[in-house]
C-alpha cells in the first residue's frame, strides 16, 4: 500500500552526538519528501524536504537522504542539543507536490545532557 | 510561530453536538490543508483547498464533516453530530503553490477535539 514507515520508534542520544532517523517509503511514484518536528502540544514544524531528482539536501545542523533505489529517506541531525527532543515524521506526496502528504508514525528523539 | 493560526485551540464537547474550527493561513499562501492526528500516529490528509475551490477530499472525511474556504483566506471545518471517534487533533497547514513556491506546507498549532 501506500505508505510512509519508520524503522525506530524511539532513538535515545546524548547531547552532541549525531543522530540518524531513518524512513522507508513503499510508492516507488513519490517525488518530494518532507521531515518534521513535532514538540508535544504543538503542529508538525518543517525541518526540510527533498525531491525526488535528488540524493541529498543540506540544512542548518540536519541533512536529508534519499536513496531511491532502496526507497529509503534518512534525516540526520548533528550535535544533537537537548531542544531537539521531539518525535519526527517523514512525510511523501505520491503525486505533485502541493497536494496530501502521506506520514509515518513517527520516531520520537530523546536527548540526555 | 509559522504564521498559521487556528482556533480554538481546544474544544469540549458532548456527542452529537456539531463544532466548528477556523484556520487562518499564512496570508499569501493559496492552499490550505486539513489533517487529522491521534495519539502516537502523524497526521491524516483530510481536504485542501486552493483559493476557494476544495480541489480534493480524503475518503476519511465522512458526510459529517464539511470544509470550506469561501473568499480563499481562511478557512473552517464543521463537525455534525460528533461521535467519540472524532476526538483528536485536527491540524491546518497553508501552502504557496505555483511558479514561485515552494509547496511546503506549514502548520498550525492545532485544535485539540475531545467528544464526550
Known amino acids: 500500500g501506500e505508505s510512509v514507515g519508520l524503522h525506530l520508534p524511539t532513538l535515545s542520544v546524548q547531547e552532541g552526538d549525531n543522530s540518524i532517523i531513518n524512513c522507508a517509503y513503499s510508492?516507488?511514484?513519490?517525488?518530494?519528501f518532507i521531515w518534521y518536528k513535532q514538540e508535544s502540544g504543538k503542529g508538525p514544524q518543517f525541518i526540510i524536504d527533498?525531491?525526488?531528482?535528488?540524493d541529498k539536501r543540506q540544512g542548518q545542523r540536519v541533512t536529508v537522504l534519499l536513496n531511491k533505489t532502496v526507497k529509503h529517506l534518512s534525516l540526520q541531525i548533528a550535535a544533537t542539543q537537548p531542544g531537539d527532543s521531539a518525535v519526527y515524521f517523514c512525510a511523501e506526496t505520491p503525486r505533485q507536490a502541493g497536494t496530501a502528504l502521506i506520514f509515518g508514525k513517527g520516531t520520537t528523539l530523546s536527548v540526555s545532557s | 510561530d509559522t504564521g498559521v493560526s487556528q482556533n480554538p485551540r481546544h474544544k469540549i464537547t458532548k456527542r452529537g453536538q456539531n463544532v466548528t474550527f477556523r484556520c487562518d493561513p499564512i496570508s499569501e499562501h493559496n492552499r490550505l490543508y486539513w489533517y487529522r492526528q491521534t495519539l502516537g500516529q502523524g497526521p491524516e490528509f483530510l481536504t485542501y483547498f486552493q483559493n476557494e475551490a476544495q480541489l480534493e477530499k480524503s475518503r476519511l472525511l465522512s458526510d459529517r464533516f464539511s470544509a470550506e474556504r469561501p473568499k480563499g483566506s481562511f478557512s473552517t471545518l464543521e463537525i455534525q453530530r460528533t461521535e467519540q471517534g472524532d476526538s483528536a487533533m485536527y491540524l491546518c497547514?497553508?501552502?504557496?503553490?505555483?511558479?514561485?513556491?515552494?509547496?511546503?506546507?506549514?502548520f498550525g498549532p492545532g485544535t485539540r477535539l475531545t467528544v464526550l
Open positions: 497547514a497553508s501552502s504557496l503553490h505555483g511558479l514561485a513556491g515552494s509547496d511546503t506546507q506549514y
Open positions: 527533498i525531491r525526488s531528482n535528488m
Open positions: 510508492n516507488s511514484a513519490s517525488d518530494y
